[in-house]
């Protein structure tokens, strides 16, 4: 089965200028060679720290900012290689859903005017009383009253003006949702109104995601497929069951070591992991493997010398892959931790 959206070797590069002549001196490298599938009516959760670049990532997909090498197919359009003209028409068929709901609405428009606008715009057929009717209907479908229509962003909580940013989203019917960072400025209670509502909506409308978190709590459940990104590369890529369950790169099992779990007896037998040191400069990445300056398994030379690709360990889940020269000795308990991060690998509590 084809993957509704192909990234390869996704690149995106910020020229870092200086002087007066605003000389290119270096390049923030944000993302540095991702590639990706994203399978139709299925969720891809990619998580990482701040700054790994998943927003960039998720910018470049849309080209809302431009990616420096790469390629995205959207159903087999290539989306790097359109024309203003056709790009206004493909980007029907993919939304974003931001973090804050609030910048991407005008406070000066209803939340009426402000679904209708993107239909005009994209001169949908059906007239302004299909259109409004759309609009009731997708209002109706995320939750909100008819009503909200006629009222305006900050009349709204969070969690409803986050029902308003889908709705916004989806009101030209697309098939892929990019949602970066949907819930992470909602209280907890709320966060989870919504992910069954992304929920919903997926099975209703047959909708495919990809959803972006610095939190891995928030994208477990909802997503099919998790990818884990550190310094502008993905790290580690699996089903959600088996690789929360069982993590295989270094960076995704101190990211999981140090979630916090709700039961206070697996909370004190288990494994903690702590990272050495700052997350490096994306503008002078280290050598080799990104993250090895944090590793504590890392080892002498290899490390740095030689970027590990993604791939899947002989003997294990073929959907599984991960960028770690060591991740099989790691996995088979042969390599024991002595490295960058050395020490704090050993039973919290
Ligand atoms: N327009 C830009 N120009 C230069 N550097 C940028 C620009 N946008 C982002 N960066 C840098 O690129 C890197 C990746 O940023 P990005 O926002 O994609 O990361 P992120 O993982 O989404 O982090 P966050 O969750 O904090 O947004 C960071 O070092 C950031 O400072």
Known sequence: MSALLQVRGLEVH?????????????????????????HRGTTYGLVGESGCGKSTLGRALLRLTDPTAGSVHLDGT????????????????????????????????????????PLAVHRVPGGAGEHRRRVRDLLDRVGLPTSAGSRYPHEFSGGQRQRVGIARALVLDPDLLVADEPVSA????????????LEE???????????????????????????????????????????????????????????????????????RILLAGDLPSPADPPSGCRFRTRCPWVQPTRCADERPQLRVLPR??????????????????????????????????
């Open 186 to 197: 909602l209280d907890v209670s709320v966060q989870a109104q919504v992910l069954v509502l």
């Open 14 to 38: 910020y020229p870092i200028r200086s002087g007066i002549l605003r000389r290119t001196v270096g390049a923030v490298k944000a993302v540095d060679g991702v590639d990706l599938d994203v």
């Open 316 to 349: 294990h889940d073929p959907d599984r892959r991960v960028a770690c020269h060591w991740a099989e000795e790691i996995a088979e308990g042969r390599l024991t931790p002595g490295g960058a991060g050395a020490g704090p690998v050993g039973v919290g509590g």
């Open 201 to 271: 909506l997926q099975r209703d409308l047959g909708l495919t995601y990809l959803v972006i978190a610095h939190d891995l709590a928030v994208v477990k459940h909802l997503s099919t497929t998790v990818g884990v990104m550190y310094l502008g590369g993905l790290v580690e890529e699996g089903p959600s069951e088996t690789l929360y369950a069982d993590p295989l790169h270094p960076y995704t099992r101190a990211l999981l070591s140090a979630a916090p779990v709700p039961d206070p007896v697996a909370e004190a037998g288990r494994e």
């Open 78 to 117: 290539d989306v790097l290689a359109l024309g203003a003209e056709e790009l206004r028409t493909t980007r029907r068929r993919m939304q974003m859903v931001f973090q804050d709901p609030l910048a991407s609405l005008d406070p000066r428009q209803s939340v009426e005017s402000a679904l209708l606008e």
